[in-house]
């Protein structure tokens, strides 16, 4: 059985029936018209981003083909004077170093009286070596000596007393002769035990071994009761003076700039101290096999320069006139050092150069440029050759 729903309005009207497929449909159709909406505004900003990218690629292709050049610093060097230096290292070495040995017959040491690091005087002893046996030999030539004494005033004696018997006719002419013999036999006999006590007292000096010069002692090899000999080798090292000298390993083009009497300082490695010397000898000798040769750097002693050690060494080298740069504008590949310059045509250009000493205010270059030359001052790295750029100097530092 159907009934139909009423509702009384204010009005007094009748309204329509209620119908819910009516209802559902409305709603299906909302929804689509959302979805549909929902769809549009993706699709625009979809096609927005492609709009704006596009447009930015375009500009940036457009750039780069020649609407906008890049803008470049760059700078003109000129030419600086500029103290030379020629940076090197080296071994630390004894100037003169004196090796000693025994030069006796040798034997056990008794005694050894120095250490490595003490000062030592000319003729010090540094050892002695066991004489007992010498000694004796010595006391026995001593004596060897007082009996040939003897022996002569026994024959100038004789020889005395028969000159007065001359005269009386008791002893001949022969007979003086015969004694005069004896007497200078018995002096003759004197002087070679004399000169067999020298022998053996030169012999029992040399059993000392002593410093040939003053100087410091570098090394000690031998202990007590060690038996030495003259074949023995080195026992006591010397350094003459204590003075010290840098081995400096220098390229052919630096030995030419240099010469005796040059100033230098040394940096021994691990030390924070440097000491100044001068070179005062250059190897005539070029090593074939590294084309090197050394610069020898005379040093006064101190403590911290040790012999076989290795330091570091700045040597003046005069004055050169040429043109400085900031590390920045230095690049470097395999085939060396280079800069870009700037041509007038705004173009850029590779220019090899080569480099020295790295001062103060920069990198000296020692050939490649003229100091007129617009230098790429950084940022070199991004640019290449051929490319068309706007040059800007840079400005001069304040102050």
Request: proline share 5%; net charge positive; hydrophobic share 45%.
């Amino acid at each position: 059985m159907n009934y139909d729903a009423k509702i009384d309005t204010a009005g007094g009207e009748e309204s329509a029936p209620f119908d819910p497929l009516a209802a559902g449909d409305e709603e299906d159709r909302a929804s689509g018209r959302r979805m549909w909406l929902i769809a549009a505004v993706v699709a625009v900003v979809i096609v927005g981003l492609w709009f704006v990218l596009h447009h930015k690629s375009t500009a940036t292709l457009d750039s780069r083909a020649g609407g906008q050049v890049p803008v470049v610093t760059v700078i003109t060097p000129g030419r600086t004077t500029i103290a030379g230096t020629i940076s090197a290292t080296g071994t630390l070495a004894a100037r003169r170093e004196l090796p000693v040995g025994s030069a006796g017959e040798g034997g056990q040491i008794a005694r050894v009286l120095v250490e490595p690091g003490q000062w030592v005087g000319q003729g010090q002893v540094l050892a002695t070596v066991d004489r007992s046996v010498q000694v004796e030999q010595e006391a026995q030539l001593a004596a060897a000596i007082r009996v040939a004494e003897a022996d002569a005033r026994l024959a100038q004696a004789n020889l005395e007393r028969a000159q007065k018997l001359v005269a009386r006719g008791f002893i001949s002419k022969a007979d003086i002769d015969r004694l005069t013999a004896t007497r200078d036999a018995a002096n003759a006999r004197v002087r070679v035990a004399q000169a067999q006590l020298g022998e053996m007292q030169a012999r029992v000096r040399r059993l000392s071994i002593v410093a040939p010069a003053a100087g410091l002692v570098l090394e000690r090899k031998v202990e007590p009761g060690q038996i030495v000999s003259s074949g023995s080798g080195v026992l006591f090292s010397l350094a003459k003076g204590g003075e010290m000298e840098l081995l400096a390993r220098l390229t052919e083009e630096d030995l030419a700039a240099l010469s005796p009497g040059v100033a230098a300082t040394v940096t021994p490695v691990g030390s924070g101290r440097s000491f100044t010397g001068q070179v005062w000898q250059i190897s005539p000798v070029i090593d074939p096999q590294t084309r090197q040769g050394t610069a020898r750097i005379a040093l006064a002693y101190a403590p911290g320069l040790r012999p076989g050690g290795f330091a570091n060494v700045e040597i003046a080298a005069g004055t050169i006139v040429a043109p400085v740069l900031p590390e920045s504008a230095v690049l470097s590949d395999n085939k060396g050092s280079y800069v870009y310059i700037v041509e007038r045509n705004g173009k850029v250009a590779r220019r090899d150069i080569r480099t020295g000493q790295i001062t103060s205010r920069g990198i000296v270059v020692t050939s490649g440029l003229d100091g007129g030359e617009r230098v790429v001052q950084r940022a070199g790295a991004f640019l290449s050759a051929g490319e068309t750029v706007r040059p800007r100097m840079a400005e001069s530092p304040k102050g």
